[in-house]
């Protein structure tokens, strides 16, 4: 399928899952990615979830990290095609942004060559580990910035596709992507 047609597919989709199946899948998530061969490592990456348009929710995975001692870093939107990166400490103050994503408000940034592992929100992915996500393209983008040895985790609500057609050169396929059924290597 197309990426335009994946969007509103997916976007519909969500739109049929409840508060407590979101937090039992969720849940499940967050189990399956302890099982993940992650853990040597020390910077990791991830989102807070738009609430309002039914995303993961990923405080279990975040307090799992923490407990790991893992430094975590989250995202904040600074222009139409640029994220910055924060660390997430004790004293991290959060404020929603225009696109209802909460966001550490100011603290001590990372640059993207010190991360380690990132898990990246989606819409949609496929069999071959191609992702799409809203179409702004910050993902792409933030993870070309990053080592050419980064682990990219795609977090789904949803199976795999089988093929996403319009691939562009600028996609940067996932490693893994865990949904609440199965984790799949690529
Ligand atoms: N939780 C989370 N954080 C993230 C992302 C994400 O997908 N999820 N992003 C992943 O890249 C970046 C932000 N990108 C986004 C791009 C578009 C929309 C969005 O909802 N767009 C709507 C209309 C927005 C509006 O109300 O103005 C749309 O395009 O229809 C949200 C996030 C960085 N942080
Ligand atoms: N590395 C890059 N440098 C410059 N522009 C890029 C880069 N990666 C993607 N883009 C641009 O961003 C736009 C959106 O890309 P795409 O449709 O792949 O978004 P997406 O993967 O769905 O979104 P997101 O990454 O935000 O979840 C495209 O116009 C694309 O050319």
Known sequence: MLKKDLRLK??????????????????AIANSVLQ????????????????KNIEIDTEGIISI????DKNVIVPKVISNTELEHYLLTDNTKFKTNSLNIPEPVDGITVPPNKIDVVFI???????LGNRI???????????SQCKTNVIKIGLSLFEA???????????????YCVTPKKTYTF
């Open 133 to 143: 996500g809203y179409g702004k393209g910050y993902y792409d983008r933030f993870l």
């Open 161 to 175: 596709e089988d093929l996403i057609e319009d691939i562009a050169p600028t996609d940067i396929p996932l490693d």
């Open 10 to 27: 997916y976007l519909r989709l969500r739109n049929l899952i409840t508060p407590i199946l979101l937090d039992q899948q969720s849940i």
């Open 65 to 68: 990290l923490l407990g790991f």
């Open 121 to 127: 929100p989606l819409l949609a992915f496929d069999k």
């Open 36 to 51: 993940l061969p992650i853990w040597e490592n020390q910077y990791f990456h991830i989102f807070l979830p738009i609430e």
